[in-house]
C-alpha cells in the first residue's frame, strides 16, 4: 500500500512540476497564434523528455551517480567543461525567468510591481533551498502545481468545437497569416520548452539524494511515463485554451496575464484564483529546480560534496554556488529586462544547447561498466538515437530561425 | 596603392552608417505597418476582454489593473518603435493617418487603465465599445498593408 501511495506521489508531482515559466508562456503563445497545429511539437516532446530522463534516472538508480558526475569521467574535462558551460548557461537563463515568473504572479494578485517582489521571491528561495526539506519541497511544490490542471477544465467549460480543435492538432493546420518560418521557430522553441535541460539534471540528481537503487526503476519509470505525458496534456490544455479564448480576438500573448485570462474567462474568479495559485507553485517549483541544478552540475563537475541530504556545512561550496545563481538571477532580473522575454530567449536557447545535454546521456546509458544488465536496450537506443537526430536538427535550426523571424515576430 | 578607394568606400559606408534613418522599401515598411496595427490591435482586445470580465466580476484582486497595464505597455512599445523609423518614399501620409490611429488607440488604453485602477464601474460600458471601435479601425487599416507587404 505504501509503494502504491509513493507511486501515486511521484507521479502527480511530476504532473505538477513538469510545467515551468517556459511551458506556460511558450503553450500560450503558440495556442493565441497558431491554435493547436502546434500539438503535435508537444507529443514529440514529451516522448523525448520520457525517453532521456528515464535514462538519467535509470543511470542514478544503478550507478548512485548524477549526470555531470558521468559525464566528466567518462567523456573527458574538456568535453564535461563544454557540456557544463552550455547547460548551466541555459539553467541560469532559465532561473531567471522563473523567478521572474513568481514575481509576476505575484504581481498579477497584488499589483504591487514585480520588480519589487523579485528580492523577496529570491530570499524566500534562498531559505528553502537551503533550509526545506528535499522531499518535502518537491511534494508541496509538486502538488500546489497540480492547481494548473485548471487550464483542462476552463478548455472544457469554454466549450470548443472539439472536432476543429482536433482537426488543427492533427492535421498541424498552420493559420494563413503566419509564415512557415514562424511556424518552425515555434517548433522549435516548444521543443525547447518541453525538453529543457535543467530537467533531467534535476531528475537524476534527485534520485542520487533520494538514494534510489535498481528497486527503485519501476516507480522511477511509473513517474516519467505516466506523469510526464499527462503533465504534457496540461500544456496542451494551456495552448487550447489560448487557441479558444485569445485567437479569434487576435489577442497575442505578451504577458502572464494573457496566459490566465481565459480561465477567468470560463471560470471566473474561483478559476482564476487557483490558476495564479498554480503559476506560483510552478514558477517557485522551477526555480527551486534550476537553482539547485545549477549547484548540482557544478560541484559534480568539479567533486565537491553536494546535495540536500547532506548537511549545509559539509556542502558548504554547493550552497555558496546557489546563493551564487540567485543573486545573480536576481541582479539580472533587475536590469528591468523583461521576463517574458526571458523566457522566449530561454526555451530558444534551450533548443540550441540540447545536444551537449543528451548525447552524454545516451553514451552513458550504454557504458557497461557503470550500467552493467541495465544498458540501453534496443527500444531505448532506438528512440535514443531518433531523438538525438531531432534534437542535432532543432539545435542547427534554432539561431538561423531566429534571426529570419526575428523571435517569432 | 588602392587605399584611396578603399577609404572612399568605407567613408561612404560610415556616412551611410552615420544617417539618422535610412527610409525601408515599401514591402518591408507595409509589412512593419501591418505588424504594429495587429500588435495594438491584439493589446487593445486584451484589454477590452479584461474590461468585459472585471465587469462580469470574474477577476480576482487588482488582476484585471495588471491585466490592462500590460496591454497599454505593450502597444507603447510597439507604437514607440514603429514611429521612431522612417516611413517609406511617398507614403508619409499614410504614415500620419497610421500613427494618428496608433495614438488613439494608446489613449483609450490609458482609459481603461485609469478606469479600472480607479474602480470607476461606469465608465466599463463606454470604454468597451470605445476599444472595438479602435481594434476595428486598427484592424481595417492593416487589412491592405496585410496582403501586400505581410
Redesign the interface.
Known amino acids: 500500500m505504501k509503494k502504491y501511495l509513493a507511486v501515486a506521489l511521484g507521479i502527480l508531482t511530476a504532473i505538477g512540476g513538469f510545467v515551468d515559466i517556459g511551458d506556460l508562456v511558450t503553450n500560450a503563445v503558440v495556442g493565441s497564434r497558431f491554435g493547436l497545429s502546434l500539438a503535435w511539437v508537444v507529443v514529440v516532446g514529451v516522448i523525448g523528455i520520457c525517453v532521456y530522463s528515464e535514462m538519467s534516472g535509470r543511470i542514478a538508480a544503478v550507478s548512485g551517480r548524477a549526470t555531470f558526475d558521468l559525464v566528466r569521467e567518462r567523456l573527458g574535462p574538456r568535453v564535461g567543461l563544454l557540456n557544463l558551460l552550455a547547460s548551466m548557461a541555459v539553467t541560469f537563463l532559465t532561473l531567471v525567468a522563473e523567478i521572474g515568473g513568481v514575481a509576476l504572479a505575484l504581481q498579477l494578485l497584488s499589483s504591487v510591481h514585480y520588480l519589487l517582489v523579485a528580492p523577496f521571491v529570491a530570499v524566500l528561495l534562498w531559505l528553502v533551498l537551503w533550509r526545506a526539506k528535499f522531499s518535502a519541497m518537491e511534494n508541496v511544490v509538486g502538488l500546489l502545481g497540480l492547481a494548473l490542471v485548471v487550464f483542462a477544465v476552463a478548455l472544457w467549460q469554454l466549450g470548443p468545437d472539439w472536432a476543429e480543435l482536433g482537426r488543427d492538432a492533427v492535421m498541424a493546420r498552420k493559420p494563413e497569416g503566419e509564415s512557415w518560418t514562424t511556424f518552425a521557430f515555434y517548433a522549435v522553441a516548444l521543443f525547447g520548452a518541453a525538453m529543457t535541460p535543467y530537467e533531467v539534471f534535476f531528475f537524476s540528481s534527485g534520485g542520487v539524494e533520494e538514494k534510489w537503487s535498481p528497486e527503485d526503476i519501476g516507480v522511477m519509470r511509473a513517474n516519467v511515463l505516466v506523469g510526464f505525458p499527462l503533465g504534457g496534456l496540461l500544456s496542451l490544455a494551456i495552448a487550447g485554451s489560448a487557441a479558444v479564448v485569445l485567437m479569434p480576438a487576435g489577442v497575442t500573448v505578451d504577458s502572464l496575464g494573457q496566459v490566465a485570462l481565459p480561465v477567468a474567462v470560463a471560470l471566473g474568479k474561483i478559476g482564476l484564483s487557483v490558476v495564479i495559485l498554480g503559476f506560483v507553485a510552478a514558477t517557485f517549483g522551477a526555480a527551486c529546480e534550476t537553482g539547485l541544478s545549477i549547484g548540482y552540475s557544478v560541484a559534480q563537475y568539479f567533486g565537491f560534496q553536494w546535495g540536500k541530504y547532506v548537511r549545509a556545512g559539509e556542502a558548504t561550496t554547493f550552497h555558496v554556488i546557489v546563493g551564487t545563481s540567485i543573486i545573480a538571477a536576481t541582479a539580472v532580473l533587475m536590469t528591468t529586462v523583461d521576463p517574458v522575454m526571458v523566457t522566449e530567449a530561454s526555451v530558444v536557447f534551450s533548443a540550441l544547447a540540447l545536444p551537449l545535454t543528451y548525447l552524454p546521456i545516451l553514451v552513458v546509458a550504454n557504458d557497461r561498466d557503470y550500467l552493467g544488465d541495465y544498458v540501453n536496450g534496443r527500444f531505448a537506443n532506438v528512440m535514443g538515437t531518433i531523438y538525438l537526430v531531432i534534437i542535432i536538427v532543432v539545435s542547427l535550426a534554432a539561431i538561423p530561425l531566429m534571426i529570419i523571424t526575428g523571435m517569432g515576430r | 596603392m588602392h587605399a584611396r578607394p578603399l577609404a572612399a568606400a568605407l567613408a561612404v559606408l560610415v556616412l551611410a552608417g552615420c544617417g539618422t534613418s535610412t527610409p525601408p522599401d515599401e514591402q518591408a515598411w507595409e509589412k512593419s505597418s501591418a505588424?504594429v496595427l495587429?500588435?495594438v490591435?491584439?493589446?487593445v482586445?486584451?484589454s477590452?476582454?479584461?474590461l468585459h470580465?472585471e465587469r462580469?466580476?470574474?477577476?480576482?484582486?487588482?488582476?484585471g489593473?495588471?491585466?490592462a497595464q500590460?496591454?497599454e505597455s505593450?502597444a507603447s512599445g510597439a507604437t514607440q518603435g514603429y514611429l521612431h523609423r522612417q516611413p517609406a518614399p511617398g507614403r508619409a501620409d499614410d504614415f500620419r493617418e497610421i500613427a494618428e490611429l496608433l495614438h488613439e488607440a494608446g489613449a483609450v488604453l490609458v482609459d481603461a487603465r485609469i478606469a479600472l485602477a480607479t474602480g470607476a464601474e461606469d465608465e466599463y460600458a463606454a470604454l468597451q465599445s470605445r476599444l472595438l471601435e479602435v481594434?476595428e479601425a486598427l484592424?481595417a487599416a492593416a487589412e491592405p498593408l496585410?496582403g501586400a507587404g505581410?
Request: aromatic letters at 0%; charged letters at 25%.
Open positions: 505588424q495587429d500588435d490591435a491584439g493589446s482586445a486584451s477590452r476582454i479584461t470580465e462580469a466580476g470574474h477577476l480576482v484582486g487588482r488582476a489593473l495588471v491585466m500590460d496591454a505593450s481594434g484592424d496585410r505581410g
